[in-house]
């Protein structure tokens, strides 16, 4: 156990880790919705994501909002883009209701989507 030195204000104890030891992150950073169909999702975020880690995403579309789990298909890096590198990251549904599905299915029908014209 390390001992307070001076100058040390927090309130509790920490160890020191001897070795490797290795633990995750995760923001909450809304990224936008790139297309969108029943079986995934393309986004655009600030940091990149490794290939095939899964997560749970907080998805929110017009009038439906649900947590899916996606596999994390493929990271495409968009150079040159105004506030610095950003990242096309293709997620494919692992887990996801099936009223979550049914509507995003309709919303693909109508061609109102996150990412498209008109």
Do not use: C
């Given at each position: 156990?390390?001992?307070?030195?001076?100058?040390?204000?927090?309130?509790?104890?920490?160890?020191?880790?001897?070795?490797?030891?290795?633990?995750?992150?995760?923001?909450?950073?809304?990224?936008?919705?790139?297309?969108?169909?029943?079986?995934?999702?393309?986004?655009?975020?600030?940091?990149?994501?490794?290939?095939?880690?899964?997560?749970?995403?907080?998805?929110?579309?017009?009038?439906?909002e649900?947590?899916?789990?996606?596999?994390?298909?493929h990271?495409?890096?968009?150079?040159?883009?105004?506030?610095?590198?950003?990242?096309?990251?293709?997620f494919?549904?692992?887990?996801?209701?099936?009223?979550?599905?049914?509507?995003?299915?309709?919303?693909?029908?109508?061609?109102?989507?996150?990412?498209?014209?008109?």
């Amino acid at each position: 156990m390390k001992t307070r030195t001076l100058g040390d204000r927090r309130a509790t104890v920490r160890f020191d880790v001897a070795g490797e030891v290795w633990g995750s992150v995760e923001t909450h950073e809304p990224v936008p919705i790139r297309n969108i169909g029943r079986g995934g999702m393309l986004v655009e975020a600030p940091q990149p994501l490794k290939p095939d880690q899964v997560l749970s995403i907080h998805v929110l579309l017009p009038g439906h909002e649900s947590i899916v789990e996606g596999q994390v298909r493929h990271v495409t890096t968009i150079h040159g883009a105004p506030s610095g590198n950003r990242y096309l990251i293709g997620f494919k549904f692992v887990t996801i209701e099936s009223n979550t599905s049914e509507y995003i299915a309709r919303l693909v029908a109508a061609g109102d989507h996150p990412g498209s014209e008109g």
